[in-house]
Nanobody, 120 residues
Framework: QVKLVESGGGSVQAGGSLTLSCTSS????????VGWFRQAPGKERERISC????????PYLDAVMGRFTVSRDNAKNTAFLHMNALNPADTAMYYC?????????????WGEGTEVTISS
């Protein structure tokens, strides 16, 4: 059974940093593209970025460009979302997803999310 589990969310003040983790089980992690997404209350889900099997990253969401970085450690079956200079607009539920070839709403496997709250 494939499982993705996000962790590392929490409440921080504006200007702070968080690193989210996405740990997988039940799949050959390095065969999968991993994406990070977020959904704020009352808004549509946004794709933050994705990291390919070869460690290339897709373009970042404009709102996080220069502040967020995606990485992965295949030996640990884990992907990361490093978030700096956080602001209240970053408050959302953050999700990771994995798929063999695509990175988007139709990615095959999804975690249940981790909540991030940024206070001003």
């Amino acid at each position: 059974q494939v499982k993705l589990v996000e962790s590392g969310g929490g409440s921080v003040q504006a200007g702070g940093s968080l690193t989210l983790s996405c740990t997988s089980s039940g799949l050959t992690f390095d065969d999968y593209v991993v994406g990070w997404f977020r959904q704020a209350p009352g808004k549509e889900r946004e794709r933050i970025s994705c990291i390919t099997k070869r460690n290339n990253t897709l373009p970042y969401l404009d709102a996080v460009m220069g502040r967020f970085t995606v990485s992965r450690d295949n030996a640990k079956n884990t992907a990361f979302l490093h978030m700096n200079a956080l602001n209240p607009a970053d408050t959302a539920m953050y999700y990771c997803a994995a798929d063999r070839s695509i990175c988007g709403a139709k990615s095959r496997y999804w975690g249940e999310g981790t909540e991030v709250t940024i206070s001003s």
